[in-house]
């Protein structure tokens, strides 16, 4: 991801498709939450080393590769997520010598739980799913979306709908997730 596109998501802020974590100190179980929800719902991009407000704070740099290693050893490890997955983080470094790590996560046609737990992202929020109802109506859900997206036109149809972005930075966003899948 190029420094003009995360400065401009960091911009817009947390919103269904972006969450910010500070992972000061390494990286912290809600974050792995986050990563189930967007595999549930829309997929989604995750910035650790980002406050809530869109600071950043940067995560340690010399920690960020072994960050990055811990991170994909969770996500593949089937004792904390099923079915398991494989995402590849990225570390950005920005102009004022902040590093951030960037992981996007394209949304899946199963359903995923992170330590047993389903989660699904409702406006800037992961939430837990604990009724059969929800869980059945994910399942028919994700799939219809996915099936959608590889047509194309339906994530920036999605994109538009939940934000109010320049052209630019919605094609630009749509391109990276659709170039993803």
Same mark, same amino acid.
């Given at each position: 991801?190029?420094?003009?596109?995360?400065?401009?998501?960091?911009?817009?802020?947390?919103?269904?498709?972006?969450?910010?974590?500070?992972?000061?100190?390494?990286?912290?179980?809600?974050?792995?939450?986050?990563?189930?929800?967007?595999?549930?719902?829309?997929?989604?991009?995750?910035?650790?080393?980002?406050?809530?407000?869109?600071?950043?704070?940067?995560? %340690?740099?010399?920690?960020?590769?072994?960050?990055?290693?811990?991170?994909?050893?969770?996500?593949? #490890?089937?004792?904390?997520?099923?079915?398991?997955?494989?995402?590849? %983080?990225?570390?950005?470094?920005?102009?004022?010598?902040? +590093?951030?790590?960037?992981?996007?996560?394209? %949304?899946?046609?199963?359903?995923?739980?992170?330590?047993?737990?389903?989660?699904?992202?409702?406006?800037?929020?992961?939430?837990?799913?604990?009724? +059969?109802? *929800?869980?059945?109506?994910?399942?028919?859900?994700?799939?219809?979306?996915?099936?959608?997206?590889? #047509?194309?036109?339906?994530?920036?149809?999605? *994109?538009?709908?939940?934000?109010?972005?320049?052209?630019s930075i919605i094609m630009a966003v749509a391109k990276e *997730?659709?170039? *993803?899948?």
């Amino acid at each position: 991801m190029d420094l003009s596109t995360l400065h401009s998501i960091l911009t817009i802020g947390e919103t269904v498709a972006v969450e910010f974590k500070r992972c000061g100190n390494g990286i912290e179980s809600d974050t792995y939450e986050s990563v189930c929800s967007f595999l549930n719902r829309f997929g989604g991009d995750i910035f650790m080393g980002v406050l809530d407000d869109g600071t950043v704070v940067g995560v %340690p740099e010399k920690a960020a590769a072994d960050m990055v290693k811990n991170f994909i050893s969770v996500v593949s #490890n089937p004792a904390n997520f099923s079915p398991t997955v494989y995402l590849a %983080p990225e570390i950005i470094r920005d102009e004022s010598g902040h +590093t951030v790590i960037h992981v996007h996560v394209p %949304p899946s046609a199963e359903v995923h739980s992170y330590k047993k737990i389903i989660y699904d992202r409702v406006d800037d929020s992961d939430v837990k799913v604990t009724a +059969t109802s *929800q869980i059945a109506a994910m399942y028919g859900s994700v799939k219809k979306f996915v099936s959608l997206v590889k #047509n194309g036109s339906f994530l920036v149809r999605i *994109q538009i709908s939940h934000f109010s972005l320049k052209r630019s930075i919605i094609m630009a966003v749509a391109k990276e *997730q659709i170039r *993803q899948i």
